[in-house]
C-alpha cells in the first residue's frame, strides 16, 4: 500500500464516482479502477458497491476512509514539518554557555532571535569552557559560546564574539580603592581569588606569568569557580580579583573595580560549533549572535 492508494481510494471515495475521481486525481478512470481492485485486494475487502447506476462505500469502506484522511493528513504534516525544518523555520537548539556571557550583548541577540524565529526553541545550559567542548564532541549541545584559550579546537569553528580586558575587584574600603588605575606590581602579597587552575590551566598560568614577570608574587586565598562567587568573596572581604570588565554590570556593595595597569592576557568570549553543521536555525542564530557582537559590552 503506497500514500498514491490512498489519495485515489478518498478521490473515488468523496467523488462516488470512478470517471470524476480520475479527472481529479489526473489519471485514466481504467488505472484508476485497477489501482482500487488491487488495494482491496491487498486489504481483503470489498470498499465500494458497485453496480451501472452508483458507487457507494461499504461498512469497511466507510471506516477505512476515516483512517485513510487522518494517515494522509500525517503525512501532508510530516513534509511541511520536514520543509520547515529544511529552511531553518522549525526546530531545537542546545547552547551551552559560560556564566559571564550572561554579563554581555548575548541575552539581547537571543531575544532578537527568539522574536524573529517563534518556531525555533532554544534551550540554554551553563557550562565551563572544557564542558562544552566535551559537549559538542559528544552531541550533546549544537553551538558553545566559550573562553577560549590555547584549547584545541581542531573540528570545530570558533568566531571571536567579544574581547575584553581584566579589571581588579577589590573591597571599596581596600588601600588600593583610592587609586584610578592599579599596576600589577601593586598587588604583591595580596590575597587573590582566582578560578581553578584546572578549568582554564593554560590561562591560569598566563596570568601567573604575568603577575611574576611585574614583580608580584600572587597568594590564592580562595578560588573561585564563577566570577558571582568571586564577587562575593571580595564582598565579605576575603580577597581581590581579576574579573573580566563586563563584570562590573553586577553593582555589589562593598566592591568596586579598578582598571589593571599590566600585560595580562584579554579575556575573549567565542561562538563555536562544529564543522560541517547542517542545521539551517542554528545558522540563522550564529548569524544573529555575530551581527550584534559589534555592539559595546
Not at 537571543?110 to 532554544?122: L, V, W, Y
Not at 569552557?129 to 569553528?157: E, P, S, Y
Not at 571571536?160 to 604583591?188: C, M, Q, T, W
Not at 579575556?267 to 547542517?278: A, C, D, I, M, R
Amino acid at each position: 500500500m503506497e500514500v498514491r492508494h490512498l489519495r485515489y481510494f478518498i478521490a473515488v471515495a468523496e467523488e462516488l464516482h470512478f470517471g470524476r475521481a480520475a479527472q481529479r486525481v489526473n489519471i485514466c478512470q481504467p488505472p484508476l479502477s485497477q489501482q482500487i481492485k488491487d488495494l482491496e485486494q491487498e486489504l481483503g475487502v470489498a470498499l465500494f458497491c458497485r453496480n451501472h447506476k452508483k458507487v457507494s462505500l461499504t461498512d469497511a469502506g466507510a471506516a477505512f476512509l476515516e483512517d485513510a484522511r487522518d494517515i494522509l493528513r500525517r503525512v501532508e504534516l510530516a513534509a511541511e514539518r520536514a520543509r520547515s525544518v529544511g529552511r531553518g523555520a522549525l526546530g531545537r537548539i542546545t547552547m551551552g554557555l559560560v556564566l559571564p556571557a550572561l554579563d554581555t550583548f548575548l541575552l539581547d541577540a537571543i531575544r532578537e532571535f527568539r522574536a524573529s524565529n517563534p518556531g525555533i526553541e532554544i534551550q540554554l545550559l551553563e557550562l565551563g569552557t572544557l564542558a562544552q567542548l566535551k559537549a559538542l564532541a559528544a552531541g550533546d549541545i549544537q553551538v558553545g559560546v566559550m573562553r577560549l584559550f590555547q584549547q584545541d579546537t581542531k573540528g570545530l569553528v570558533a568566531e571571536r564574539i567579544l574581547e575584553e580586558p581584566y579589571v581588579l575587584a577589590l573591597p571599596s574600603k581596600h588601600r588600593l580603592a583610592s587609586l584610578k588605575e592599579v599596576p600589577i606590581g601593586a598587588l604583591d602579597n595580596e590575597s587573590f581569588i582566582l578560578f581553578p587552575r584546572r578549568t582554564h590551566p593554560a590561562l591560569y598560568d598566563k596570568i601567573i606569568a604575568c603577575c611574576s614577570a611585574a614583580g608580584c608574587t600572587p597568594t590564592i586565598e580562595q578560588e573561585a569557580t564563577t566570577k558571582v562567587t568571586a564577587i562575593a568573596l571580595v564582598a565579605a572581604g576575603i580577597g581581590i580579583a581579576l574579573v573580566p570588565a563586563s563584570t562590573r554590570k553586577q553593582h555589589r556593595f562593598g566592591v568596586v573595580y579598578r582598571p589593571i595597569l599590566g600585560d595580562l592576557p584579554v579575556v575573549e568570549l567565542s561562538l563555536v560549533w562544529k564543522e560541517g553543521t547542517e542545521s539551517a536555525a542554528l545558522y540563522k542564530l550564529i548569524d544573529t549572535v555575530i551581527e550584534r557582537s559589534i555592539l559595546p559590552i
